[in-house]
């Protein structure tokens, strides 16, 4: 049989070319013959091909388990189904293997489960088939399933008078009680005026009477009535519309992605066998990250209470925020919360009650979908599809923003997918999600987000280090944001998220700030060594110490915490102009921060409440800064970075004390080159006013 | 130098009143409360969920369930195999109600499989009975819910019209010694019964799930049993060997080998219940393994594990054999389905 394969090719090449092969043009052929040879031998070759001898061939009472060629072979011509279809001889292999029950039940169903055609199926494989059907001992699932793909396939059949010729065969499986509005719909297929008969008549209005008006028999009958009106004297309802139920069938939605593959010159065929088949591709499984239809509660006995204010309104009939305010009294909830995440006006009411428990099942939801999307997938690589994914997060992220706070279910969905992250996958929108976490007490935020964070942090690029950076620094912004909002008069107590209350003293507050902090002034010194002081970095980092140094003006913290140096010298020692002036405003910002501490310690005669280190570590800082921009006193002892002075010397550089002020730093080397210019300009401005004007446009 | 000047600044004013949102007692607050000190309002995060994994337990204690629910419910409660799932705590379900939701879920499975029916016809009876039935006697705690069992009957096709409804599909919800804190943290209008087992039609399991989900606003989720899980439900299961006489004990592993590779593993049950007793257990069996087949089984996973008492697949399916150590059982499973909470 395997001989007769042909997949692809035209029919025996060979075999005409020898027939009227002539002597003239015996050596070109020969070379064509060479080739063709080696064509077939490679088609012999071809693993697909030999799989279906192997099918073919094998011998009934093969065991299953445990042999390793029928799972290879199996998984090869499953691969081709799903990818490419099955050419009509691969049809009739497979369904004729399946069928027999050469190996078994279960490989039965497994291989007709992968009957995918490419073109056609051969009405002969299907005939046989039938007759298998009552032969075999097929479970009657299996039977089912059969008699499902005939239907899904029906109008790729190459003909149908061999089935038709076969309708009383397949009209005795009526009366399988399983099979019944399988065999219906099928028989209604293949019914014309001569298979109207008055003994299937007959059985047909006995089954209805035993079985009640079951729509599979009605639409049969009613076309017997359209052939045989004389033959059926039952009235069938006028609304009656001829069809079947749409049986979820598992090939569609694979049929449709085969014919889409192959192209338009396949697609012709696929039809729908009945004209009320919707083409339905199977819903996908997984469908967390829908959200549900807003509807309000279905059960009214579920409310027993008697409700004082009378009339509810559900959520769902208000369209605008006018409405919103005349009914906020006597609103109610939808069933299921997560649709509230599509809806503003339901968000602008959930920010205003506060209502404990609907907040409590958006949470379970929200976490829910978050879990089973990204956590719990597993292989089954649900994280991959990013097309429902990225959407789902950008409106969870336009939701806290709206809230201007976080999800707590999102905040415990991040600390566990911190560990699994790759650090690529929807980074923007991860990183979204982590800058709206509340603070997190300082006693779980290393083992939380800072070991997690680090480790990424360290494996990633450039461009990731510099999205943490930013993501960091809007995290304390908001945490800064929330303690001077939430701030309590007594400054002891501070709520730091309307939704969480989590009651926290200041100083427990000022601890997660310095430990956050402290963790950005780590990660930025080593990622700026990593990366060779990379300016885009460094802009990132400096924009987190512009946050940092004005705490306590802008937001009320009485904490002061100056970077380290692994940020502040190659800040300093930028080769771009901004970096420094960026770093002169920060320390110019310190300064101003200190002296704001330090008269109103005189105000309240109140205990200085921040470090005198600090204080040291910032002046300690302006001497190095002053020393070396303005006195040109680089290198000297006590300023923190010393390097020998013999291999100061070695260097040859001249001067080399001066190397860094305002005139010599290489950050500010185009002002001076500009400057320069200008002074040339000057002197030459007598001479000749044309050729300088030129030459500065020139440089 | 001047671009950050113009922000509004302010001083620190240790006797000005700052006015703060009120709001109501949160959940959070609440919930956490029920969490304790120790594991603050972070205690489910990870590193700490699995420090909430115990590490031993009481050996399957005997609990005479047999004397306290109802036979008929325990028999199709023992004989079935159940696939598993996690459900998040069912808001606004009553115990008293059971009688109106079997009403309503016999409605919905009837418009659920109307759907895609293109033929109206008249009186069409709904072919599904739907009841809802309290499992009485099977808590363990104070804090655990009552379990509720949902039967539905049909009508055969071919049946005669004196032929009694057959069940086609049944599903439960339990919770047996859940976490007290957990349970105790929950609003009142919560109800927690997070590990559900059905077994009839995917389609109907679909269809129920979906009514559980509109009406009580919770969310179903697979329910796996891990590894680890598997391992304990063995250890559980054959230490009940001097009671029940296990004969036998069978382990199944997946090997990542091309073609996969299946290993069984059948022994007589033996004698232990700690972690360690298991792992050393497990160590003996890798290394014996590798020593005579040259397999290394902790490349692999586990998937399943039977014995006498029981069965349980890592997919998620279930059957409980013997009445007498259920309640075992379904302790480990509640524990194993509130882990899987997301918040």
Known sequence: MAATLSLTGPPDLDLSSASDLSVSSRSSNRSLRVAEKERKKKK???PFVLALKYFSDVEAGTPVNGNDEVERNMVLVEKLAYSKGLSPEAISIMLEFAMSLRMGTSLCARVLKCLIPATLVPQEAVVRAVVWLSVGKIPVSTQILFIKWVLTVFDMIDAKDQLRAVYGFIFNFVTEENLCPFICHLLYLLTRKESVRVFRVRKL???QSRLGRQPFLLSLLSLYKVFCPEMVMLSIPSRIKSGFRNHNMPWKSALIAVQKGAGPHVAAGISPASTTIKTNPRKRKRCHLELPVMTSVVSKEAQTEPSSCGKVVPLVQLHSFAQLLENMHRIELPAQMGSLLGSSLALQYLDCVQDESALLRLNFWLGYALHEEFLFCGDRGASQNSQEALPFLDRLLSTQHFLQEGFSCSEAFLYKFLNVWDGSLLRPQILGLLSNIPVVPSAQIRQLLFEPLMQLFFTSSLFFKCGLMECLNNMLLK??????????????DISLNSHTSINMTLSGFKDSVMELVDFVGR??????????????????????????????????????????PGVFYPALFATDPVSVDRLAYIMHRYKVNFTSAKSQEELTKQAFHISRQMVREFNHYIIVMVNCLWNSKMFQLDMGLSLGEDLLLKSKVPQYWASFDLVHHPAFMSYAVDFHHRQNENKMVPASKRYTSNQCATS | MERHQNRETRTPRNNVVVHRRRKSKSYRLSYRSGLGAADSRLGWSPALTARRLNTSRKAAGISNIAERVDPGQ????????????????????????????????????AAGKQQGLAVEVEGLQTTFRVSFSLVQGMTQSDEDAESVLVQIHSKRLFARQDE???????GWLTCINGNPDYLRALPKDFVCLPLFGCSGADGLSALVKSWFQQSFDCCFGLLEISHTSLQWLMALWTNCHAESGIQHLKMIWTLPAAPPLQVTYTEAGEN???????????????????????????????NQVSTALGSAKYSGRMKISNSRYMITTLTLLTECALLKMPI
Do not use: N
């Not at chain 2, 009694?164 to 049944?170: D, L, M, T, Y």
């Not at chain 2, 007793?277 to 397999?295: A, D, I, N």
């Open chain 1, 44 to 46: 012999a070759e071809d």
């Open chain 1, 205 to 207: 209005l006995e089954l």
């Open chain 1, 479 to 492: 945490w800064l944001t929330w303690h001077s909002v939430y701030a309590l008069e007594d400054d002891l």
């Open chain 1, 523 to 564: 990660l930025a010194s080593l990622g700026l060594q990593l990366e060779g002081c990379h300016s885009l970095l460094l802009s990132f980092v400096l924009d987190f110490y512009e946050t940092v140094c004005d705490m306590f003006m802008k937001y009320g913290l009485p904490l002061v915490v100056m970077p380290p």
């Open chain 2, 74 to 109: 325990l028999a199709l409660l023992v004989k079935t195999e159940w696939q598993l799932s996690y459900v998040t705590p069912l808001h606004q379900f009553r115990h008293t109600q059971l009688k109106s939701y079997a009403r309503q879920l016999s409605a919905f499975i």
């Open chain 2, 164 to 170: 009694p409804q057959k069940p086609v599909w049944s």
């Open chain 2, 272 to 302: 232990y219940i700690d972690i360690e007793e298991v792992t050393s257990f497990m160590q003996g069996l890798k290394s014996h393994f590798y020593r005579h087949f040259r397999l290394d089984l902790s490349a692999g996973s586990l």
